[in-house]
């Protein structure tokens, strides 16, 4: 359910608020240095980023991306500002809309929720490698055929999720289609048209 | 007869066919750039430090701490000490800095005092005691009646009568005529008696005079049956899912780069000449692609001022400020609210005698919309009267139809009411009041006709309040509107090119109604050749002068001034081509890719033959629209439009869920059936939103938004807009009108349509707009149609 995909990964650490502020305890003890430092919280192993810039590499749609980035820097603002991937837009930018979904490790979610330096590691696809060399992917032929899009600012968002949403759903019902593209607005009013786009893939009728 | 027209039916390839949007592709790709994917080398981060208070005049700004972090590239007050604040987040103190995080930090090192003044922002039924603003007109009176849409015929009735106290000069008028202020007002005011104004006290109340036509009470003692009711909507936001801003550099002294978010890109430059002291000529404004506006993107704001000030003052670099979501609720635009009592009566036939109404809202510091009301109908006995609210709160600024909606939510609640009382069918009831409908009664007859079949109207519409047992109530409801959407002052360079490719020149938009399409539609059609041979060059205000894109005038002004061209580049061909073709110029026509003489294919050139036949040298035409007060021809104004709403309550939980809706739309000639059908989707969906979700909640303790943001600002997601059916009119006696845009009015019956459809259903009127479940419930259990307000 796109939903439940869209919350932010699991972190591997696995730091909890109390913990946190045991950390917190422990970081002011230690100098600050540039760069990830490994300390021991809670019998557990955290890194610590920051403050101030550290080297971040992102693996974007196969390629391996470098920049000094702040630990606060969100997964988006990396791709919109330094990587200059624009695709995914910055609309909510607190994870209620969906404008910013981009796949991490095949599953959708909103890159505005993630940090970048917690995205490291992971297989990131956004819009931009969606689309196969100079030609449309067959979802963004539907978008175009069935006039699912306007402004098109929600759309490479949409996209992106409908992508997703078709692949683990290759024949969904229209009950399928309500629940899994329902994590992304659109303030045009598209909706007909892209349900239509999911229905046209289930070879339902074109509403 | 003019000398310019639409080709006749049988002869049009393109127009009125169902064609992709050409910036599809780009779009669903993420490939089309935006103001706020714009990153150009050297980018600075923007950013504005907001009152946090809703009224408060600024006592000191310490901004040195801000100026020395490292990082920070310019800081620039915008409202110093002693400036009077009149909405929360209304703008202090722009930053520069090397990113966003940076210019954060450095807003959090600005301090600023405030003494705090007391806010109100309340737009609840104003006191009984509240006196008529019976004083001359001021020179803010009249700012705000012409940024509240006060119908004309009500400002200058207040001219009229109470005299002016503003002395207007001749640049004043200039201006007046600059913002649209109709001819008959300027008049007006020229002839106006000068009244010293006087010491009004202060209030948040602006009453407009009694208005009354006809005999009001004689008519509502005499008529058959009278129905009183309250209706409303309040402020909801744009939303724009690209909020508002720009990108602004400096490449040179006095030579200004401005890529901003707008409607209108052929009128930014002038209005930022001043502010920034640079000639307009030298202020070269761009946009790709706009990511929605609605209404609320025409002018240069104050934070765009800020945007050019502090890249300035950074050396000419570039700086990005595109509002945080929070501002672009806060300062963007809204809605105005509108709310009414309403009094209605008909005669046993159900012809509407009489109306009543007291309205009131509020649009911000300016006061309210204006609705018209009775909304449609000529109700031959009036009397009427609107407050308008001052609150402390950002100003409205047009929302996708303005006022309509509002008009529409009241006087179509009314109607219902009043059919419902008199176990009337309200479709019944509107057919039999067509003779007063005024212009569109016509269109109005035959789209309810195509809506009742679609429907199942007929079939399916109940007496109010679902008998079916279980917690499950459904209803029917139905709602009309109009507009005028006449074309936009539109001017184009249309080239021909000696190798037959066609280059269009245009400063206009495209704000996703599918303006390029349509643009590229009609050139393409008129000279018999592909849409790919055409390039339109949009988005840059080098280019030819076109209208904003507001009102729904950009499809009559845009496909106008192309047809125009278009026509004329091709006599201009035709001419040259004569020759080679031993022909007349006027026996020539463009069809399938060739120019032949009419109806002989054998003397026949392939296009790019005939174009050769220009030489070395293109051939450059210009194409315009008329002024606004010379006649149209290829466009025209006046659109009808009906919906109906078939929706299911649940009387347990309140939840009202729309099950389908139709649309029968009327805009005039088609250019490209699947964009317009598009927006009249889209108009139902954003009306769906705004009738079950939308509402701007003002808190009245702190006086701040308090779901500026989408998490708690609900719009309309795909689970929520039901089956959705659209029909445009088309044919006989629509495409002979020309092009008339669209935009606005499919947005405007949904309020309406879909609260008479929950009435039906659950057998009590849902007053107020959005349809919550609490209001839902309250309704319920007060089982009337006077729910306090």
């Known amino acids: ?207 | 007869m003019s000398q310019y027209s639409w080709p006749d039916p049988a002869t049009r390839p393109l127009l009125g066919k169902s064609i992709d949007r050409v910036d599809g592709p780009s779009k669903s790709s993420g490939r089309a750039k935006y103001t706020y994917d714009y990153n150009p080398q050297g980018l600075l981060a923007g950013k504005i430090l907001r009152c946090p208070y809703a009224h408060a005049k600024i006592t000191s700004i310490d901004t040195s701490a801000a100026e020395k972090m490292p990082g920070v590239k310019a800081v620039e007050v915008i409202q110093g000490p002693g400036m009077e604040i009149f909405w929360a987040g209304d703008e202090v103190v722009g930053v520069a800095a090397v990113d966003e995080g940076t210019a954060e930090d450095a807003l959090r090192a600005i301090k600023v005092e405030y003494e705090v003044l007391p806010h109100f922002v309340s737009d609840a039924e104003p006191p009984k005691t509240v006196a008529a603003d019976t004083g001359p007109v001021s020179a803010e009176d009249f700012q705000d009646m012409e940024e509240n849409q006060m119908p004309d015929n009500e400002v200058i009735a207040a001219i009229e009568k109470r005299g002016i106290s503003l002395k207007p000069t001749e640049k004043d008028y200039a201006s007046y005529k600059g913002m649209g202020v109709d001819q008959s007002i300027i008049a007006a005011l020229q002839k106006a008696k000068f009244v010293a104004a006087e010491n009004k006290p202060k209030s948040p109340y602006k009453k407009t005079a009694l208005q009354t036509q006809g005999s009001p009470d004689k008519a509502f003692t005499t008529a058959a049956a009278t129905s009183e009711g309250v209706y409303g909507l309040p402020c909801i936001v744009h939303a724009c899912l690209e909020t508002h801003g720009s990108v602004i550099e400096w490449p040179g002294e006095k030579e200004v780069v401005v890529h901003v978010s707008t409607q209108n890109v052929s009128g930014i430059a002038a209005q930022l000449a001043e502010p920034l002291s640079v000639p307009a000529g030298n202020i070269n404004v761009l946009q790709q692609n706009v990511g929605g506006g609605f209404g609320s993107k025409f002018s240069v704001d104050r934070w765009d001022v800020n945007t050019a000030n502090l890249s300035k003052k950074a050396g000419g670099k570039p700086v990005k400020n595109l509002l945080d979501r929070k501002a672009e609720a806060e300062v963007a635009g809204m809605r105005p609210s509108a709310y009414a009592r309403v009094k209605i009566a008909a005669d046993q036939d159900g012809k509407l005698v009489a109306w009543d109404s007291r309205s009131w809202g509020t649009g911000g510091v300016g006061g309210g919309g204006t609705p018209p009301l009775p909304y449609i109908f000529e109700i031959p006995n009036q009397r009427k009267q609107n407050t308008a609210i001052s609150t402390n709160q950002g100003s409205a600024r047009a929302w996708r139809a303005p006022n309509h909606p509002q008009a529409s939510v009241i006087t179509m609640g009314a109607i219902d009411d009043l059919a419902a009382k008199m176990k009337m069918d309200p479709l019944d009831m509107v057919l039999k009041n067509m003779d007063i409908a005024g212009p569109r009664a016509q269109t109005y007859k035959e789209e309810f006709a195509i809506a009742d079949e679609m429907m199942g109207w007929k079939k399916n519409w109940h007496q109010r309040g679902d008998k079916t047992p279980g917690n499950i109530k459904r209803g029917l409801g139905l709602s009309m509107h109009t507009w005028g959407g006449r074309g936009h002052n539109s001017n184009c360079d249309f080239t021909i090119h000696p190798d037959g490719s066609v280059e269009i020149k245009m400063g206009t938009q495209d704000l996703g109604t599918g303006a390029r399409t349509i643009i590229t539609i009609v050139a393409a059609d008129t000279l018999g050749i592909p849409m790919e041979a055409v390039t339109l060059l949009y988005g840059n205000n080098r280019y030819p002068q076109s209208g904003g894109s507001g009102g729904s005038t950009t499809s009559g002004g845009v496909t106008a001034s192309t047809r125009r061209g278009a026509v004329d580049a091709r006599d201009a061909l035709f001419a040259k081509v004569a020759p080679a073709l031993k022909a007349q110029p006027t026996e020539l026509e463009a069809v399938d890719g060739r120019v032949q003489v009419k109806g002989d294919k054998s003397r026949s050139l392939s296009w790019k033959e005939a174009c050769a036949k220009m030489g070395a040298v293109p051939l450059t035409v210009h194409g315009k629209n008329p002024d606004k007060d010379e006649p149209p021809d290829l466009t025209n104004s006046g659109v009808g439009g009906v919906q109906m709403a078939d929706v299911s309550v649940d009387i347990e939980t309140g939840i009202v869920r729309v099950n389908k809706m139709v649309a029968v739309q009327d805009c005039g000639l088609v250019v490209n059936l699947k964009t317009a059908t598009s927006q009249v989707y889209s108009g139902m969906i954003m009306g769906i939103s705004y009738a079950l979700y939308e509402e701007k909640i003002l808190d009245p303790v702190t006086g701040t938004v308090l779901n500026p943001n989408l998490e708690f600002y609900r719009l309309a997601g795909l689970s929520d807009i039901g089956e959705l059916k659209v029909h445009m009119m088309t044919g006989k006696g629509y495409d002979d009108r020309g092009v008339i845009g669209l935009a606005e009015p499919a947005v405007v019956s949904p309020g309406a349509a879909i609260s008479n459809a929950v009435a039906n259903a659950i057998g009590v009127r849902v007053p107020f707009l959005p349809l919550t479940p609490d209001r839902v419930l309250a309704a319920l259990e007060q089982g009337g149609g006077n729910a306090s307000v």
């Not at chain 1, 590691?121 to 069935?146: C, D, R, W, Y």
């Open chain 1, 1 to 207: 359910m796109k939903d439940d995909d869209a919350r932010k990964p699991e972190s591997t650490s696995g730091v909890s608020r109390r913990d946190f502020m045991k950390i917190s305890a422990v970081t002011a003890a230690v100098p600050l240095v540039l760069g990830p430092k490994v300390v021991e919280a809670a019998g557990e192993e955290v890194a610590i980023h920051g403050p101030g810039r550290v080297p971040v590499t992102l693996n974007v749609n196969g390629k391996k991306l470098n920049a000094e980035l702040e630990p606060r820097v969100t997964l988006l603002d990396a791709l919109r500002g330094p990587f200059d991937h624009t695709g995914a837009k910055r609309v909510c930018d607190r994870g209620a809309c969906g404008a910013c979904t981009v796949l991490l490790d095949g599953k959708p979610v909103y890159a505005c929720s993630v940090l970048a330096i917690d995205a490291q590691g992971a297989k990131i696809t956004t819009i931009e490698a969606l689309a196969e060399g100079n030609s449309l992917s067959p979802v963004m032929q539907a978008f175009v055929a069935h006039d699912a899009q306007q402004c098109g600012f929600c759309t490479p968002g949409f996209v992106v999720a409908t992508t997703h949403f078709l692949q683990t759903h290759p024949q969904p019902t229209a009950e399928d289609i309500r629940h899994g593209l329902s994590g992304n607005y659109c303030r045009c009013g598209t909706y007909d048209g892209i349900r239509a786009v999911a229905l046209a893939q289930a070879g339902g009728k074109q509403s």
